[in-house]
């Protein structure tokens, strides 16, 4: 099954061409990359410390076909060598989901292929499926810019979400705490660059909820401890040092590190307990990235006896590789939609993707 797949629910324009192989009705990873183009915004959106959505969307609108177009190029395949077309249809920024959507429509009309929705939150989900070939069940970790969930991936379109953030993703954390200090966009790498010559310990900085029972996470009161931190700083010597700086950013790094691992391994117990074995952790989104908090997820893997697994950084960004593997799975059970697929702005995974059969209304 070979399938072109397009993502474009945030700030990256994508086109991918992906190879599943087939076994008993559903797709067998890892998967076969036969091309992955993305195009990043950052430097349209750099000058405003965050995406800003109307620049989105018209970037999007412009740049799809050319991704397309490189691809299929890449692929060293046609239009007509696919099996079908697959485009994130939400959630995500209306303007950008709808530039994806209409050009996935366009596609599969022009070229007489089957058209399949997916949901972005389902593409990162299957990641370690696409990048692994990771069976059935495990837990996922998503952990990005404009997501932060736990999600027990218990099956094909069963999911449940175990945790997540009450209030900031650690994506926008990161940015926001980036900001705070004066360092540039995205934050994460900002701030892990400078966290590595600091100390983590020199300031306290809370752990949000880790004191209450459940898996949901707070970041934004981190990110004002942050600001108070610094201001006291600012207030006492007129400015921060280079060192004032490192340490907090490691301090920063430290607690959300602290914060989602923590929680992890209460997700990891709690399946479990349920399972009686403990699943595979697996993680996605930008943030897993970040060095500190994989060590720190690994360890809470070992500690509750899984499996970790961190695919590449690239599949774990957003990227149409995993649009196109989300879709290969939805589409090798059956799953279609028609020309009336709609762009959704909120499409939470584990209430309206259980169906995988039919339209992804
Ligand atoms: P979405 O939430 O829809 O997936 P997004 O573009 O915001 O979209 P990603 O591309 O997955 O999310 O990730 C970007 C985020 O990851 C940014 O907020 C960035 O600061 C953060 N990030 C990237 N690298 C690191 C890092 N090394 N440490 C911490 N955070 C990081
Ligand atoms: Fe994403």
Do not use: W
């Given at each position: 099954l070979t399938i072109l797949g397009l993502e474009s629910s945030c700030d990256d324009t994508a086109a991918a061409v992906v190879r599943a192989r087939i076994e008993n009705g559903a797709p067998v990873g890892p998967g076969r990359i036969l091309s992955s183009v993305v195009v990043g915004q950052n430097?349209?959106?750099?000058?405003?410390?965050?995406?800003?959505?109307?620049?989105?969307?018209?970037?999007?609108?412009?740049?799809?076909?050319?991704c397309v177009e490189r691809a299929l190029a890449e692929a060293g395949l046609a239009l007509r060598d696919m099996d079908a077309v697959a485009a994130t249809a939400g959630p995500g920024l209306i303007g950008g989901v709808l530039s994806g959507v209409m050009c996935a429509k366009g596609l599969a009309m022009g070229a007489g292929l089957p058209l399949v929705g997916v949901n972005h939150l389902e593409g990162h989900a299957l990641t370690p499926r696409l990048s692994d070939g990771l069976p059935y069940p495990y837990l996922m970790l998503l952990a990005s810019g404009g997501h932060c969930q736990l999600l027990a991936v218990r099956g094909p379109g069963a999911y449940e979400r175990l945790g997540g953030t009450i209030d900031d993703a650690p994506g926008e954390a990161f940015d926001k705490a980036a900001k705070l200090l004066g360092l540039g966009y995205p934050g994460g790498p900002e701030i892990e660059r400078e966290a590595a010559a600091g100390d983590p310990s020199r300031f306290a900085l809370p752990r949000p909820l880790?004191?209450?029972?459940?898996?949901?996470?707070?970041?934004?009161?981190?990110?004002?401890?942050?600001?108070?931190?610094?201001?006291?700083?600012?207030?006492r010597q007129g400015g921060l040092t280079a060192a004032d700086r490192a340490d907090l950013c490691a301090a920063f790094?430290?607690?959300?590190?602290?914060?989602?691992?923590?929680?992890?391994?209460?997700?990891?117990?709690?399946?479990?307990?349920?399972?009686?074995?403990?699943?595979?952790?697996?993680?996605?989104?930008?943030?897993?990235?970040?060095?500190t908090l994989r060590a720190a997820l690994e360890q809470a893997a070992r500690d509750e006896g899984g499996a970790f697994f961190a695919p590449p950084p690239a599949l774990c960004t957003d990227n149409a590789a995993m649009i196109a593997w989300a879709g290969a799975e939805r589409f090798a059970r059956g799953a279609r939609d028609g020309l009336d697929l709609a762009a959704r702005p909120r499409w939470p995974l584990d209430r309206s993707a259980a169906p995988m059969l039919g339209s992804g209304k």
């Open positions: 430097a349209l959106h750099a000058a405003f410390g965050g995406v800003v959505p109307e620049i989105a969307a018209r970037a999007h609108a412009e740049r799809l076909d050319l880790l004191d209450r029972p459940g898996c949901d996470m707070s970041f934004s009161g981190l990110k004002t401890a942050l600001r108070r931190a610094r201001d006291l700083l600012v207030e790094q430290a607690a959300c590190a602290e914060v989602l691992a923590e929680k992890t391994r209460r997700a990891l117990a709690q399946e479990r307990a349920r399972a009686g074995a403990a699943p595979a952790l697996a993680v996605a989104g930008g943030v897993a990235a970040n060095r």
